[in-house]
């Protein structure tokens, strides 16, 4: 991510995802500024969603359960291009991501930072076996729409803030996710 000197850039927009310009990124979260965001859903051939449990170190959400991956676009980065950047960095895969949805949320962390984003949702499909980066990622695992659903019920707040609300947007007619 381009750096500036007090960190990475992350890109601000409005509600309706127009580029109104850049923060670093901290500052972003300390402030609660509306900035674009990636969330990444790969599932394999048995509709199986690949989770990963970030790492304890991450400056927040340390150690919840979450979607693939996800991250902030560079400025002048697409969407798109920073979804397939990620999942390679952070899960060590790649495959075809296709849009799926956006949402905007704001979550606000005992940490005192704050997650304003504009957020773009991408579904792929992998069969295989991800080589996580170990700084990125704690653990990860495939689970079915039936075990999502129980983990839901029994461990809402293993979870991160934007996982549950991604995931409906996410949720298609005649697919249970």
């Not at 790492?55 to 902030?72: E, P, R, V």
């Not at 659903?149 to 947007?169: C, E, G």
Request: include cysteine.
């Amino acid at each position: 991510m381009p750096a500036h000197s007090e960190g990475p850039l992350v890109v601000l927009v409005d509600d309706n995802d127009c580029e109104i310009g850049t923060c670093p990124k901290l500052a972003a979260h300390h402030d609660g500024r509306l900035h674009r965001a990636v969330s990444v859903f790969v599932f394999d051939g048995r509709d199986r969603l690949l989770l990963q449990r970030r790492a304890d170190t991450k400056y927040h959400s340390g150690g919840l359960w979450s979607n693939t991956c996800c991250t902030h676009p560079h400025p002048s980065e697409s969407p798109a291009d920073a979804a397939a950047r990620r999942l390679q960095e952070e899960m060590g895969l790649g495959c075809e991501l296709e849009p799926v949805g956006s949402f905007i949320y704001r979550a606000e962390f005992e940490n005192g930072l704050i997650e304003h984003e504009y957020d773009h949702l991408f579904s792929g499909r992998f069969n295989g076996r991800p080589d996580p980066d170990p700084s990125e990622v704690g653990d990860w695992r495939w689970m079915t729409a039936d075990e999502l659903s129980d983990d839901k019920r029994d461990r809402p707040k293993d979870y991160t803030a934007w996982f549950w609300i991604a995931l409906q947007v996410l949720a298609k007619p005649g697919r249970r996710v």
